[in-house]
T-cell receptor, first 110, second 114 residues
């Protein structure tokens, strides 16, 4: 089946640093979504991308829909302790089905 | 709006027992889905529905049944629970409008099968 490779799997960063993570797919997606999940909670939508090349920001978060439509990137600027959590990408290949990446676990050191 | 609600929050079952996980949304979304989340893995789609009376299988449907009699409710039934079904289950609903769509998740049901 279709798979999403998300990297890095985990990262430890200092407060104030910028963070970058990405997802790559073996097939083309029409939509990319980025979620954050806190412990014991459901994922919360951060950013949605609908067009190849699209760059969208939400506060300190910026995400891009790759030109090839097979990848997407999420950047967090000036990280703060509350950014800790698991970040998931999800892609929609053309139907209502979403395929999720395995997540990037972010830990911020104060 | 309450958004997406799930009950129960926690459940312990014995192997072979059956149960129904409840999911409801009050946003009039046409699309609903069930995922399971296992340690170290992303969310995997079990079943989904694009409207009342319409359901389809996702990536890991075996051992689960769904029905969609109303727009609001989308219950997930475990027919005969197995330890491999120990997981966290998330229900989600989504809508599509003007070329954009988004998906909202419930808080999850944590299931342990002994």
């Amino acid at each position: 089946g279709q798979q999403l490779n998300q990297s890095p799997q985990s990262m430890f960063i200092q407060e104030g640093e910028d963070v970058s993570m990405n997802c790559t797919s073996s097939s083309i997606f029409n939509t990319w979504l980025w979620y954050k999940q806190d412990p014991g909670e459901g994922p919360v939508l951060l950013i949605a991308l609908y067009k190849a090349g699209e760059l969208t920001s939400n506060g300190r978060l910026t995400a891009q829909f790759g030109i090839t439509r097979k990848d997407s990137f999420l950047n967090i600027s000036a990280s703060i302790p509350s950014d800790v959590g698991i970040y998931f990408c999800a892609g929609r290949p053309g139907t209502y089905k979403y395929i999720f990446g395995t997540g990037t676990r972010l830990k911020v050191l104060a | 709006n309450a958004g997406v609600t799930q009950t129960p929050k926690f459940q312990v079952l014995k192997t072979g027992q059956s149960m129904t996980l409840q999911c409801a949304q009050d946003m009039n979304h046409e699309y609903m889905s069930w995922y399971r989340q296992d340690p170290g893995m992303g969310l995997r789609l079990i079943h989904y529905s694009v409207g009342a009376g319409i359901t389809d299988q996702g990536e890991v449907p075996n051992g689960y049944n769904v029905s969609r009699s109303t727009t609001e409710d989308f219950p997930l039934r475990l027919l005969s629970a197995a330890p491999s079904q120990t997981s966290v289950y998330f229900c989600a609903s989504s809508y599509s409008t003007g070329g954009s769509e988004t998906q909202y998740f419930g808080p999850g049901t944590r299931l342990l099968v002994l």
